[in-house]
């Protein structure tokens, strides 16, 4: 497990509590930890609290290690239905850990990767969870189709050096068919994970 320097973790302990609106100042778990309690938190909430872009961005990191996919694609919905919270616009985290922070660089993608989908086909974000009728439908078609983006900072997060292995759900290396592209840019082996809803 990597060590850093006091100051640097003091620091992000400060912006971690700014930005998860007043909550404890908590690191979130390492990568590390989430693998070896991998089972036991299948199914449970992350453990990251807070109504913020940033605290749903490391809830989504804590679904995908863990494995628990239910939560991620909950988690990536919850976002989608925040229509104040613009992909582009999320904070730069500025994660000490080498390993979380890869992770959270590249969740950005497949978020806007969900969303735009959405949003092409003619629900943008923000929409009512039900469209009853021809004026409804017609005031979701009047609106300007404005496509998400990923936050500038992804693109300033370096690979990391030695590969790191997200395991699939029987608990081995993901095939290599199935590994996201995204991820292995990052030198991350990990399945594409299912982020569309809808």
Known sequence: MPTFPRSMLERFRQKWQAATTGQAPQI????????????ERIGQRAQCEGTTPTASLYRMYEYLVAGYIIGLRTEIEYFFNQPSWAVSAIPDPADPDPERYAILAVLPYYLVTAFNRLIERGLPRGSPAIVAGDAAEAELRSRGVVLEKEPSWVAQVPPLPQPLIIPDKDGKEPEEW?????????????????VLFV
């Open 178 to 194: 199935t590994r996201g592209k995204r991820f292995l840019e990052m030198n991350i082996v990990a399945e594409e994970p299912h």
């Open 28 to 39: 979130p778990p390492t990568v590390a930890w989430l693998l070896a309690h991998r089972e």
